[in-house]
Structure formats: structure tokens, C-alpha cells
Antibody
Framework: QVQLVESGGGVVQPGRSLRLSCAASGFTFSSYGMHWVRQAPGKGLEWVAV????????FYADSVKGRFTISRDNSKNTLYLQMNSLRAEDTAVYYCARDTSDILTGENWFDPWGQGTLVTVSS | DIQMTQSPSSLSASVGDRVTITCRAS??????LNWYQQKPGKAPKLLIYAASSLQSGVPSRFSGSGSGTDFTLTISSLQPGDFATYYCQQSYSALGYTFGQGTKLEIK
């Protein structure tokens, strides 16, 4: 079955770095765009970044632009999020999600989602 | 950036009730609107995509409608497992896939 499994979360001090991974299985990873979405404790969902199926395009939320880098290794079926210069406000559960789109209309949606990995930025 | 506003922010209802949640976009997004359900401690789950298409495996009591700037999610007859938080999301702009703030559906 289609599955996404995040890893790499933990407690990190402000200003430090962390890299998250998302291992994909059950589908042709290299054919799909992928997203990172985060959720601060008790808060709503915030889209973080997207990468095209082949890595040719990447877009970021303004809140992480210049600090976070999304990447992928299609040979390993794995998505990454490199997070630098971390701040307290980056504390959140980070989810990866597959982008699925309608070729005819261009409409797209996120499905499925991984179970999430918690990142806590604290001194 | 496209802003998404959901209403209400919270809602109390009973099993069997018909419930409607509204989502408004700050500009026209055609039908680039998705709905997700999230239960405590769990990842979001896709319910409706492209404004009105029911995701496979989702019960038919869930439906979506709207286009342009105004959208609705309707649950025709609430079941115990439907008490959760619901989010709308626009996918019109690849520069920022914004979500609504969420609607928490609670048991009355």
C-alpha cells in the first residue's frame, strides 16, 4: 500500500540545523511531486514547501524561505527537508504528503500524508 | 498570497445532524479547493478534492460544492467518527498552498 514515513525529528537548540526524511513506498515516487506541511502544537496546518517530481522546481512558504531546503533522491524513494537557522516558531509536527493532480484540469491535492515527525526548537 | 477563511471556527452538533462548513478564498480559485479531516494525534486525511470530487473510500455523506471564492463542505448525517477538525486548502497557487484555519466539530 502507499505509505509515507517521516523521521529525523527531535529537540534542537535555536540557530541549529536538522534534516528530516520521508521514506516513500507503494508507488512510483519519481512520478509525483511532494510537499512538507507543518502543524505547530494546538494550531492549524501550514504548507512549508513543494518539490516537483524530478526536482526541477521548488517553492517555499515565506516563513521558511532562505532557511529550509527541500530535496529528493528518487533512487532512494526519499524526500528531505533541510532546516537551518531554526527558531522557536519552527516547533511543529512536520508531515510529508504526496501531490496528486488531474492532468486535464491541473487541479491537485495532497494524498496520502505521513504520520508526522515532531521538531522542537528549544534551548 | 491567497487567504482562506473558514466558518465557523468551531461547531457543536449531534449524531444525525446535517452540518455545513464554509470556506472563502480571498480571490477566485476556480475549483482548486480541497477538504481534509484531522483527528487528534493523526495526520490529515483527504475527503474532497477539486471542490466536489469525493476521495475514494470516503463515505457518501460527505459532499463538497462551490467555485470561485465560496465553497462548502456538507456532512449529511453526522456519525460518531466524524467529530474532528476540518480544513479547506487552496491549490490554485503553487507559490503557497494555503489552508483555512480549521473548523473543530464537537459533540453537542
Amino acid at each position: 500500500q502507499v505509505q509515507l514515513v517521516e523521521s529525523g525529528g527531535g529537540v534542537v537548540q535555536p540557530g541549529r540545523s536538522l534534516r528530516l526524511s520521508c521514506a516513500a513506498s507503494g508507488f512510483t515516487f519519481s512520478s509525483y511531486g511532494m510537499h512538507w506541511v507543518r502543524q505547530a502544537p494546538g494550531k492549524g496546518l501550514e504548507w512549508v514547501a513543494v518539490i516537483w517530481y524530478d526536482g526541477s522546481n521548488k517553492f517555499y512558504a515565506d516563513s521558511v524561505k532562505g532557511r529550509f531546503t527541500i530535496s529528493r533522491d528518487n533512487s532512494k524513494n526519499t524526500l528531505y527537508l533541510q532546516m537551518n537557522s531554526l527558531r522557536a516558531e519552527d516547533t511543529a509536527v512536520y508531515y510529508c504528503a504526496r501531490d496528486t493532480s488531474d492532468i486535464l484540469t491541473g487541479e491537485n491535492w495532497f494524498d496520502p500524508w505521513g504520520q508526522g515527525t515532531l521538531v522542537t526548537v528549544s534551548s | 498570497d491567497i487567504q482562506m477563511t473558514q466558518s465557523p471556527s468551531s461547531l457543536s452538533a449531534s449524531v444525525g445532524d446535517r452540518v455545513t462548513i464554509t470556506c472563502r478564498a480571498s480571490q477566485s480559485i476556480s475549483s482548486y479547493l480541497n477538504w481534509y479531516q484531522q483527528k487528534p494525534g493523526k495526520a490529515p486525511k483527504l475527503l474532497i478534492y477539486a471542490a466536489s470530487s469525493l476521495q475514494s473510500g470516503v463515505p457518501s455523506r460527505f459532499s463538497g460544492s462551490g467555485s470561485g471564492t465560496d465553497f462548502t463542505l456538507t456532512i449529511s448525517s453526522l456519525q460518531p467518527g466524524d467529530f474532528a477538525t476540518y480544513y479547506c486548502q487552496q491549490s490554485y497557487s503553487a507559490l503557497g498552498y494555503t489552508f483555512g484555519q480549521g473548523t473543530k466539530l464537537e459533540i453537542k
